[in-house]
T-cell receptor, first 112, second 116 residues
């Protein structure tokens, strides 16, 4: 059974800092991994999708990496802003499964 | 539409009543998923629809839960005889699955269900 863990559960940083969120998964036979952001009381917004054959994906100030063999992904946020405050979720998809397995999320607060 | 649309956005119901939650996926997306997010919990898979195939109902927590997808588009999640533990945010997502590969999900804003 696939298990996804996100560390830390919560993180508070001053504005302007670069930061890294971690995601680990137990079964390396994944098809892809997706990072989402969830604002309070809202649905999930997709940030980055990394296919199993890829090592990283970038979008603006965000960079996600994937190391399938070690079962790890990181989300790097450069020059953080208060508007980045949200819960960040990673989710993996096994090759044979259709549904995603989600981590519990990292609640990020960027202080002005 | 441009995104996944869910209605209602909020629903308060009395214990024992039935509720229907609606999801309108992105046009052309063949796959549709329902998830549940309870307070302090992660996202829990409920059910998956892919084209005209039989749905994967393996995540439904009890036989009080059912879902259908009409015409390969709009989906309705029905909860019968609601219980307080059904209170959660119900999220719908759609994907281009089946179009030659696995794609990312696009989620709706969810329906917040409160059973009193």
């Amino acid at each position: 059974k696939q298990e996804v863990t996100q560390i830390p559960a919560a993180l508070s940083v001053p504005e302007g800092e670069n930061l890294v969120l971690n995601c680990s998964f137990t079964d390396s036979a994944i098809y892809n991994l997706q990072w989402f952001r969830q604002d309070p009381g809202k649905g999930l917004t997709s940030l980055l999708l990394i296919q199993s054959s890829q090592r990283e994906q970038t979008s603006g100030r965000l960079n996600a990496s994937l190391d399938k063999s070690s079962g790890r992904s990181t989300l790097y946020i450069a020059a953080s802003q208060p508007g980045d405050s949200a819960t960040y979720l990673c989710a993996v998809r096994r090759g044979s499964a259709r549904q995603l397995t989600f981590g519990s999320g990292t609640q990020l607060t960027v202080l002005p | 539409g441009a995104g996944v649309s869910q209605s209602p956005s909020n629903k308060v119901t009395e214990k024992g009543k039935d509720v229907e939650l609606r999801c309108d996926p992105i046009s052309g997306h063949t796959a549709l998923y329902w998830y549940r997010q309870s307070l302090g919990q992660g996202l829990e898979f409920l059910i998956y629809f892919q084209g005209n195939s039989a749905p994967d109902k393996s995540g439904l927590p009890s036989d009080r839960f059912s879902a259908e997808r009409t015409g390969g588009s709009v989906s309705t999640l029905t909860i019968q005889r609601t219980q307080q533990e059904d209170s959660a945010v119900y999220l719908c997502a759609s994907s281009l699955d089946g179009a030659g590969g696995f794609y990312g999900y696009t989620f709706g804003s969810g329906t917040r269900l409160t059973v009193v």
